[in-house]
């Protein structure tokens, strides 16, 4: 089977699992409204995995979970609506918002007008250091570690790590097994966690929290970093009009 049948087959088990535990979350946590782009916009993940999953990369940016600008529209991690179109040259599909998201979030899919600035400034740095799509995933791939958008009442974007983590663990730990399928199907040896929540994530699902590196299940060694987060609300990514974050992780892009 070919790696991007592989990639998408981990991708749909995923995403069933997380399908399931959306009840959960919202009936346990400050999460009122828990949705899966992995579900509704798999159209889009689905050519994203196709597209650009067998090119070689053995680098992955690992990111925490979507943003309601970002994959929560597209379907394709850090994915702006303008970079999914025309950087990784996503084929538009019209979505269907889903039934429990939030009313002032509506699923707009390609068409979005607004554009998240984390994934603009994550996929135009990878652009210009390497050059085309080809050379970009025949070094990296991008892959959040958890597809679920979760929403406060007031549409407050909120991560896995501020939820109870009693509620959040079975749902994690099914996020942490398909991290280390992807990592055995590409053949990863790096991850670049994108904030530090990420690299946790990645030292936890391969028993490294305390060295430098892991080990898969077949004994390979994997590499364990991060690189500052490229959320505007973060004050590093701002710092210097942005020169000192794209310094970072050019830097830690470079630095095996």
Excluded at 100 to 129: C, T, Y
Excluded at 154 to 163: F, H, V
Excluded at 180 to 189: D, P, R, S
Excluded at 219 to 242: E, V
């Amino acid at each position: 089977m070919g790696v991007e049948k592989r990639l998408i087959e981990a991708a749909k088990r995923l995403s069933n699992i997380c399908d399931k535990a959306i009840t959960v979350i919202e009936k346990k946590t400050i999460v009122q409204h828990a949705t899966n782009p992995l579900d509704y916009a798999w159209v889009h993940h689905e050519q994203y995995l196709s597209k650009w999953g067998g090119y070689g990369a053995k680098t992955l940016l690992l990111g925490m979970n979507p943003g309601p600008w970002g994959m929560a529209q597209t379907g394709i991690p850090f994915g702006s609506s303008g970079v999914a179109r025309i950087n990784l040259q996503i084929v538009p599909h019209q979505l269907q918002t889903p039934d429990n998201a939030h009313p002032k979030r509506p699923i707009i899919g390609l068409d979005m007008e607004r554009q998240e600035v984390s994934g603009q400034r994550l996929w135009d740095l990878l652009f210009q250091h390497y050059g085309d799509a080809n050379s970009v995933f025949s070094n990296v791939f991008v892959v959040n570690h958890c597809p679920l958008l979760l929403l406060g009442e007031t549409g407050k974007n909120l991560t896995p790590d501020t939820l109870p983590a009693t509620v959040m663990k079975p749902i994690l730990e099914a996020c942490d097994n398909h991290l280390l399928e992807i990592l055995e199907v590409l053949g990863i040896e790096r991850i670049i966690g994108v904030g530090k929540y990420a690299e946790k994530r990645a030292r936890i699902a391969l028993g490294a929290e305390k060295t430098g590196s892991g080990q898969t299940k077949s004994g390979r060694k994997i590499q364990i970093t991060s690189c500052w987060h490229p959320s505007p609300a973060s004050p590093l990514s701002n710092r210097n009009g942005g020169a000192d974050w794209r310094d970072n992780v050019t830097n830690c892009l470079d630095n095996m």
